[in-house]
């Protein structure tokens, strides 16, 4: 069982940054992909970014390469998403998951999800 908490949103304006943090509970944090999905208002839930249980395997939706970094630490059982260059369609809410295997195309399959924090960037 893994339970995740993130935290770091909040109101931007465009072009700035943010940081999110996902802490993860338990002793098995290394074992698990850990990802991070996102949902505006009136639209599905979307890929934003994974990694790997050792930092090895690093992937991104198209919309964020370039602007978004995933990382993580093993020793903190943390995940972060730092977000730079944010843009008014970067306003979501924002959700930490973790499952074994990969999470590209698993926003509705992932054995384990945060809270989710809100981003808004406004104009």
């Known amino acids: 069982q893994v339970q995740l908490v993130e935290s770091g949103g909040g109101l931007v304006q465009a072009g700035g940054s943010l940081r999110l943090s996902c802490a993860a509970s338990?002793?098995?944090?290394?074992?698990?992909?850990m990802g991070w999905f996102r949902q505006a208002p009136g639209k599905e839930r979307e890929f934003v970014a994974e990694?790997?249980?050792?930092?090895?395997?690093?992937y991104y939706t198209d919309s964020v390469k370039g602007r978004f970094t995933i990382s993580r630490d093993n020793a903190k059982n943390t995940v972060y998403l730092e977000m730079n260059s944010l843009k008014p369609e970067d306003t979501a809410v924002y959700y930490c998951?973790?499952?074994?295997?990969?999470?590209?195309?698993?926003?509705?399959?992932?054995?384990?999800w945060g809270q989710g924090t809100q981003v808004t960037v406004s104009s």
């Open positions: 338990g002793r098995t944090f290394s074992r698990y992909y």
């Open positions: 990694i790997s249980q050792s930092s090895t395997n690093i």
């Open positions: 998951a973790a499952d074994i295997g990969a999470l590209w195309g698993r926003q509705t399959t992932a054995n384990y």
